[in-house]
């Protein structure tokens, strides 16, 4: 393959050009790509207010930014993390471009509304970077009432129309996969030769579906009774504070598994294809899939233990909270398991599987103390909780994201990605990573609360360690940013398949075509049969083109 | 059977694959509407609960005549939106577009009731906010019942309004020839959402406006 | 107390460190002994083990298990304060701690108790949720409007301890910080009596009582408007409707603000709302003075 033939055949980057190309496209591949490029974006908005926040924690006092612009930060902090990086990251960029690919389709099902749901993520994006613009908003990610309804003298309305706004994007996406998963599979390709990935955001999408629309609503509250007066959590009309904190976390909590469960997905794509054999057990780690998806609805209370429920529903919920965390657990021994007896070869993606796997691990583990109400009491709202939950999303989520990108990065530019620097990149954030978080570990044990601008001298040594650390892994970001934009230029072209591996996205040309496969695929193997050649699994009937 | 091939869109390999595709769609994205309500139902019954009193006070001072008049102009825009999905089943052309204007004006006579209503809540100083005004024992759960109906019924009519948009686009689409008794999904969905639009008032209705009412 | 929660959180420490080594040296074992010799090598298929996944769903379901039951069973003695516990209360607001304790002493982010004795927190808002944090103690309890909440806790130990607000109430919530200091008994005593000498929380509340009007109808041999409150306290009320319910301190806080929510049976719902009228200091008065109403009765009682 050289630089000519690429250019001769037809793909779905070359088919026309111009913006307009890509402004009204319906191809599920370059609306990934939109993503892909919206997401980034908003990723290094975070990453900057992050940035300013473990700056101003180097030292005890409050010397870099005033108490209210540090309580902004942390807020844009997370909802531009939570919102418009860590829910849309691997659905909208890598399901996108690769759920009609793992099932032989020819795109979504919806392929128009695809396309209006990114220009409604970027609707809701633009009104939230308007609020930050016009002050921001200081009311935490969680916007607890009455602080958020009444007290705040932020521009709590605009964001959460924000929010909103960019929900039904996550509605429309999950909607979309569940009916391109149901009625447009391949011949042959039944639900259990289906790819982990799928069933993976398979379940992922079902929590869009019932999650999303909860938190629709009880922002829609906020934002009313802001605007109207309307008085539902209001106390002083003996509205009940507490009703907001049930609506939001049974939205969010399924969240976070919206967050882990794509990631979820990816790595077993690689482990298998690294370890070249299928996966262990994968009826299992298809069921804990779907287990997660459920029993992540009915644990939403863990969060508010100390909030003033009553003792037996904070019991019913720690109950159920340790149940969840056993599907996780039964997907990490069988990722290990399948690296037994395989063959483990070391190049980026997998090294970001492996990471995950360790990182993940500990997030999962420390999240049992979160669920064990006498500990909960000690740790809740303090350091403990942040170390855990990015253990969960930058250690799990965003690694497995990474890990992923580069996986199909010669799938979807037919480039191969500098794999020296990968490596380099992946062992920056890993070590850079550690350095952030462990300490608030610790910090939190110790007792300092979340969110504080200035805190007791006594707490300056692990925060200082901690804000090295993030400079470390601020490094480890910015590195593939440059290295895949070189590698678009100037990195070897990818044949079909560069990694062997035995997915139907992999038996079609890199890049693709705009429908995807030349010919109808016919699937008689279950995924990951490393151990037969590819034309033994899919054999391609009729032309595919209408 | 070339007629069929040009409302196949590309992505989908025959026209069961695309209907299948659309009709679990549209239910998919009405059990995302049942969820949204739902935190809305679920508020309204909490509080219910907590001031009793308050919610039988406050419901009584509703309309219920035309809260009544309402439902039962809903409940035919229902019938003939059935009846328009039914005339497509047939391959008709004239009794679609009909129908559907039946079920647009049932719809209008539903919102003007509505904003007659709220017109007079407004007069009646029963809008929550600064100008809100009610017996001062139960004024502050009275006032949130208030949040809930215009919340609630506010929602809803916005729900209306969306449909009669999309009836709209279904009578350019009828007029222009474009369904037959082989192809008519899109009046087949639309209906679906109607109908839902409709059972979520037929749960609005007694718990806004029946509450502690006696015959 | 907070012995016993370490000891937990130490058990899972144990546990986390003896599962996340397992796996990190499993794959770090695996990755290097299996790795790729040459570019050809094809494993050979393996599709799973039952047993396994037996094993690794029960073993970490019975230890999950374990933590819920230590867990619940340390929460439930944290909802449960003994009989004998100080009474003191506090109202938050932004961004500060008001203290106030029965006989009257008042303080502001500092909470001043005697070591050795159960000490109850008696918990309310003023405008936001906020929470009151003792690291030390190991106690953590969110404080609402419009609603009270409870905390309590021993101190075995003499000295200063850090007090931390621990739900974000806006701009100065990093500033509402302030400390619990534990005194021997008898220093306590002598720093009750010194300094600026308040009322008694229940004289206070006798003073409110008969200021406010309340004493008009709600008289004492019960032939006023209202039930007479005397050893009312504590006590199964009836209710207008059938339903019963234990006159608490969140019963008399309601039925101050919001009297018409819960009607005693046999009376008319004209109690007027004293909201805007009485502060939450002032309920927490009147509530201390109910309160010394039933010792007043059970003195009488015994006469």
């Known amino acids: 393959m050289n630089e000519q033939s690429i250019e001769r055949r037809e793909h779905y980057l070359n088919v026309n050009y111009g913006i307009r190309s890509w402004l009204f496209t319906t191809d599920h591949k370059r609306i990934a790509w939109l993503y892909l490029l919206s997401v980034t974006f908003f990723f290094f908005i975070g990453g900057f207010f992050a940035t300013l926040i473990r700056l101003e924690l180097l030292t005890p006092q409050g010397d870099l930014v005033q108490a209210e612009t540090y309580n902004k930060l942390f807020t844009m902090h997370g909802v531009t993390m939570v919102f418009f990086f860590l829910i849309p990251s691997i659905p909208a960029v890598l399901g996108n471009f690769l759920v009609p690919m793992m099932i032989g389709a020819r795109d979504l099902a919806f392929p128009r509304l695809n396309l209006a749901s990114w220009y409604i993520f970027i609707l809701g994006g633009l009104f939230t970077v308007a609020a930050a613009a016009a002050g921001g908003v200081d009311t935490g990610w969680t916007f607890y009432t009455p602080y958020s309804s009444i007290y705040s003298n932020t521009h709590v309305a605009l964001t959460v129309v924000g929010i909103f706004i960019t929900g039904f994007s996550s509605i429309l996406t999950g909607l979309n996969f569940i009916v391109t998963i149901h009625t447009m599979r391949a011949p042959g390709m039944t639900w259990f030769r289906l790819p982990l990935f799928i069933w993976a955001h398979y379940a992922t999408s079902i929590i869009f579906i019932l999650g999303t629309p909860v938190i629709a609503i009880a922002l829609t509250l906020v934002g009313l009774e802001r605007i109207f007066h309307l008085g539902i959590f209001d106390p002083a009309l003996g509205g009940d504070p507490l009703l907001f904190q049930h609506l939001f976390w049974f939205y969010s909590h399924p969240a976070v598994y919206i967050m882990i469960l794509p990631a979820m997905g990816v790595v077993s794509e690689l482990i ?175 007792g300092m609360p979340r969110r504080y601008h200035v805190y007791p001298p006594e707490f300056q040594v692990l925060n200082v360690m901690s804000t090295a650390g993030a400079s470390i892994l601020a490094v480890g970001y910015v590195l593939p940013l440059l290295y895949l934009m070189w590698s ?19 038996q079609t040309a890199s890049p693709p075509p705009t429908d995807n496969f030349d010919r109808t695929p016919i699937v008689t193997e279950g995924a990951y049969a490393y151990e037969k050649e590819p034309e033994e699994i899919y054999t391609f009937g009729k032309p595919a083109h209408v | 059977m070339s007629d069929l091939s040009i409302v196949r869109a590309h992505q989908f390999d025959d026209i069961e694959q695309q209907h299948d595709a659309s009709w679990i769609g549209m239910w998919v994205f009405l059990g995302t509407e049942v969820m949204f309500f739902g935190g809305m139902f679920t508020g309204y019954t909490l509080y219910r609960n907590a001031y009793p009193q308050a919610f039988a006070s406050a419901s009584n001072h509703l309309d219920i005549w035309l809260g009544t008049i309402n439902t039962a102009v809903l409940i035919c825009s229902s019938f003939t939106m059935a009846l328009a999905v039914r005339s497509a089943q047939l391959g008709e052309r004239k009794p679609i577009i009909n129908f559907l204007l039946l079920t647009i004006l049932l719809g209008a006579v539903f919102l003007g009731i509505k904003f007659t209503e709220y017109y007079f809540k407004f007069e009646e100083h029963l809008v ?50 474009r369904f037959s008794a082989v192809y008519h999904t899109p009046v087949e969905l639309v209906g679906l959402y109607w109908h839902f639009v409709d059972i979520v008032w037929i749960f609005l209705f007694p718990l806004l406006y029946l509450v502690g009412r006696h015959l | 107390m907070a012995a016993r929660v370490d000891a937990l959180f130490f058990f899972l420490v144990g546990v986390s460190l003896f599962f996340a080594a397992l796996i990190c040296i499993l794959i770090v074992y695996f990755a290097i002994k299996y790795r790729r010799r040459s570019e050809d090598e094809q494993p050979a298929p393996i599709e799973g083990d039952l047993r396994l996944e037996i094993l690794w769903t029960v073993i970490p379901l019975g230890l999950t298990m374990v933590m ?124 009750l009596s010194g300094g600026t000498t308040g009322i008694a929380m229940a004289t206070a509340g006798a003073k409110l009582f008969q200021t406010l009007g309340c004493a008009t109808c709600h008289m004492e041999n019960d032939t006023g408007r209202g039930p007479s409150l005397v050893g009312l306290f504590g006590k199964t009320v009836q209710l207008q409707g059938g339903k019963s319910m234990v006159a608490d301190e969140t019963y008399i806080r309601e039925s101050i603000l919001n009297p018409s929510a819960k009607v005693v049976a046999g009376y008319q719902p004209i109690m007027p709302t004293f909201k805007g009228l009485i502060s939450e200091d002032g309920i927490f008065q009147i509530i201390a003075y109910l309160k010394s109403l039933n010792r007043q009765e059970g003195a009488q009682a015994q006469k």
């Open chain 1, 272 to 446: 298998a294809c690294f370890s070249r054999k299928r996966v262990f057990g994968y009826g299992f780690v298809a069921f804990s899939s779907l287990a997660i998806a459920v029993l992540g609805f009915l644990v939403w209370g863990h969060h508010m233990f100390v909030a003033g429920q009553s003792v037996h529903a904070g019991m019913v919920f720690s109950l159920l909270s340790f149940l969840v965390a056993i599907p996780s657990a039964i997907k990490v021994f069988n990722w290990t398991a399948t690296l037994h007896k395989g063959s483990v070869s070391y190049n980026a993606p997998m090294l970001y599987a492996l990471g995950f796997i360790g990182l993940f691990t500990i997030g999962g583990l420390t999240g049992l103390f979160l669920a064990t109400l006498g500990i909960d009491i000690h740790v809740h709202d303090t350091y403990f909780v942040i170390a855990h939950f990015h253990y969960i999303m930058v250690g799990g989520a965003v690694m497995g994201y990474l890990g992923g990108i580069h996986f199909w990065w010669p799938k979807m530019t037919g480039r191969i990605y500098p794999e020296v620097w990968a490596r380099i990149a992946a062992l920056v954030i890993f070590i850079g990573f550690n350095l952030t978080f462990f300490p608030q570990f610790i910090l939190g044990y110790l």
């Open chain 1, 488 to 506: 678009l230029r100037y990195g070897a072209v990818a044949g079909a398949n560069p990694w062997r591996a035995r997915g139907l996205e992999w």
């Open chain 2, 128 to 177: 929550p906010g600064a100008a809100f005004n009610y017996e001062a024992s139960l004024a502050r759960p009275a006032e949130i019942f208030f949040s809930f109906y215009f919340a609630m019924t506010g929602m809803h009519a916005l729900h209306m309004i969306i449909g009669i948009g999309l009836l709209t686009v279904l009578i350019i689409k009828a007029r222009r020839g």
């Open chain 3, 68 to 191: 819920f039951v230590w867990g619940a069973k340390l929460f439930f003695v944290t909802y449960h304060p003994p009989s004998n516990s100080l009474e003191i209360n506090v109202v938050a607001k932004q961004w500060m701690w008001k203290v106030q304790h029965p006989e009257g002493q008042s303080e502001i982010d500092e909470l001043h108790i005697p070591l050795g004795r159960p000490i109850k927190l008696i918990l309310t808002s003023q405008d936001v949720i906020h929470d009151f944090f003792v690291p030390a103690f190991r106690v953590k309890k969110d404080v609402l409007p419009g609603r009270y909440t409870t905390l309590w806790f021993e101190a075995t130990k003499a000295g200063e301890y850090h007090l931390f607000c621990a739900q974000y109430c806006g701009t100065q919530h990093s500033g509402m910080v302030g400390r619990i200091v534990v005194m021997e008994p008898t220093q306590y005593q002598t720093w």
